[in-house]
């Protein structure tokens, strides 16, 4: 079903009333809205009027409905309602930046235990401050917005393995150690979709790259889980995402309810045999990097733990806290930034000690393909390795360092 609206000359005049433009789209001078998506005007008559007509002009298929009463402005995945149902969980669409309803959002958080899931996303795609609000409730999120077929998927058992394919660790030499890790993985429905898309790439394998994927597949889709374990090649690496058990900011939980965090997380790294981290701790501050306190609850509820990135910044730093490998993920968004990037880190490296450099890719825009032309643009001086053994590595450099 398609639906076209008046061309782009008249679209300033039109901005105003577009209440909800959903998954709509301006094109060749028309707003349209293929398959399941639509857009919804609003008007406002003017004080006393009696009458109003409006005129449009449409083209091909449509759907066309008016009413006085203010509709919803977010339409539920329809493929995610027997999740819902399933699990008679409540449904509600708050903006965590309009302050009466991010009230009401903390309201409604608080009524469930802590550590309680939020699946589904946020209204203007407000990441940040909804996930703020969530972790300030003791609550995790769960990208779910466009996950298919949750109930079937939930319901079927798969193997899952506790152990990941074993990695060669070189023996630790002057050159540049660099850990190249997919990013986006605490999103189920990037895991359903767009992770698929990439994991088919036939470069995958061709150059050691991390994964981050949600450990919560190990419920909601064993099934998924277990393909992504069975279909590794020794140069893929499964790694936890942001920022373990669920998408959240560990720094803005309240610490009597973020150990059961930690220890839940804990738990379901162990049961799908990861041992790496990828965390995320946008608090606002000037100081992005993990504290202290954090790390040692990391570290104290996942037995084995090799190593912890986070962020995603303009460099990469790595550090031993309380003898744990943390690395600042330098962010790569695409090839043509990367390749100079990296160049750059090469001229300025002394070349008299071991340096190690955690990279993330920006996983919507890059693909295996791109990892693979990063690493044919490094010189003699790197070493791209798989990023347990990149931490292995730190933690023998950084050791030796510090005695």
């Not at 402005?73 to 509600?92: E, K």
């Not at 965390?279 to 000037?286: G, K, M």
């Not at 504290?291 to 040692?296: K, R």
């Not at 990892?371 to 798989?386: D, I, K, M």
Request: aromatic share 12%.
């Amino acid at each position: 079903m398609e639906m076209r609206s008046r061309p782009s000359s008249q679209a300033p005049r039109r901005r105003p009333f577009l209440f909800d433009a959903d998954g709509s789209q301006l094109a060749s001078g028309w707003r349209f809205a293929d398959g399941t998506n639509y857009f919804i005007y609003k008007f406002t008559p003017p004080a006393g009027t009696k009458q109003l007509t409006l005129s449009t002009l449409m083209w091909n298929q449509y759907l066309l409905t008016a009413t006085n009463t203010a509709p919803s402005y977010q339409v539920v995945n329809p493929l995610f309602r027997d999740y819902i149902v399933a699990n008679s969980a409540p449904v509600f669409w708050l903006d965590p930046n309009v302050t009466e309803e991010a009230a009401l959002f903390a309201k409604i958080l608080n009524i469930f235990d802590p550590d309680t899931a939020y699946l589904g996303w946020f209204p203007n795609g407000d990441e940040m401050p909804g996930v703020t609000l969530c972790a300030q409730n003791s609550a995790y999120v769960v990208a779910a917005d466009v996950f298919y077929n949750a109930t079937a998927f939930s319901g079927v058992r798969a193997p899952i393995r506790r152990t990941q394919p074993p990695a060669i660790v070189p023996q630790l030499q002057s050159k540049i150690y660099l850990a190249l890790i997919m990013v986006e993985g605490d999103n189920i429905q990037y895991d359903q979709h767009r992770m698929r898309q990439m994991w088919d790439d036939p470069t995958r394998g061709q150059v050691p790259l991390g994964w981050s994927i949600s450990v919560l597949l190990r419920d909601i889709a064993p099934s998924m889980l277990s393909y992504y374990q069975e279909t590794q090649t020794p140069n893929d690496l499964l790694v936890a995402g942001p920022s373990g058990a669920g998408y959240t900011y560990p720094a803005m939980w309240p610490n009597s309810t973020l150990p059961g965090y930690m220890k839940r997380t804990g738990e379901y790294m162990r049961r799908a045999g990861m041992r790496t981290l990828f965390a995320y701790n946008r608090d606002n501050s000037t100081d992005l990097a993990l504290t202290t306190g954090l790390v040692d609850l990391y570290k104290s509820n996942i037995p084995g733990l090799e190593g912890i990135v986070y962020n995603y910044e303009t460099s990469s730093q790595v550090s031993l806290i309380d003898d744990l490998p943390v690395a600042t993920l330098l962010g790569v968004n695409d090839t043509s930034s990367g390749v100079p990037a990296l160049t750059a880190i090469a001229e300025n490296w002394s070349g008299t000690a071991p340096l190690f450099v955690a990279a993330g890719l920006e996983s919507w825009n890059m693909m295996p393909a791109d990892a693979q032309t990063l690493v044919n643009s490094l010189g003699p001086q790197f070493e791209v390795v798989r990023l347990d053994v990149f931490f292995r590595l730190t933690r023998a450099a950084l050791s030796k360092s510090q005695h």
